[in-house]
């Protein structure tokens, strides 16, 4: 069992930046592939990035290449999603999520491919 717990959600402005935290307690944190998700209402969830077990790897869907960051400390059995010039379309639930030993699917992660999410942040950034 993994529970995972985020925090840095907030209401920004266009343009701001949020670091997300995901701190995660119950097993051994490194050996689960991390990702983020985020959700708008009505609306699947989408993958924002992933990171491997070790941290040496990383991904990231479009819209987040060059604006977000993800990054894990293992000794702090954390994960961060460090966001910078924040877009209105942004605005989302986001989510942290881990899956076990999938480094190997890094780049193809899905909702069904997570074993443990997190009950989410609230990210909302104004015009």
């Known amino acids: 069992q993994v529970q995972l717990v985020e925090s840095g959600g907030g209401l920004v402005q266009t343009g701001d930046s949020l670091r997300l935290s995901c701190a995660a307690s119950g097993s051994t944190f490194r050996a689960y592939t991390m990702a983020w998700f985020r959700q708008v209402p009505g609306q699947d969830e989408e993958i924002v990035s992933a990171?491997?077990?070790?941290?040496?790897?990383?991904y990231y869907t479009d819209f987040a290449k060059g604006r977000f960051t993800i990054s894990r400390v293992n000794a702090k059995n954390t994960v961060y999603l460090q966001m910078n010039s924040l877009r209105p379309e942004d605005t989302a639930t986001y989510y942290c999520?881990?899956?076990?030993?999938?480094?190997?699917?890094?780049?193809?992660?899905?909702?069904?491919?997570?074993?443990?999410w997190g009950k989410g942040t609230r990210v909302t950034v104004s015009a």
């Open positions: 990171i491997s077990r070790t941290g040496d790897s990383t």
């Open positions: 999520a881990a899956a076990y030993s999938k480094d190997s699917e890094l780049g193809a992660l899905t909702y069904y491919d997570m074993d443990y």
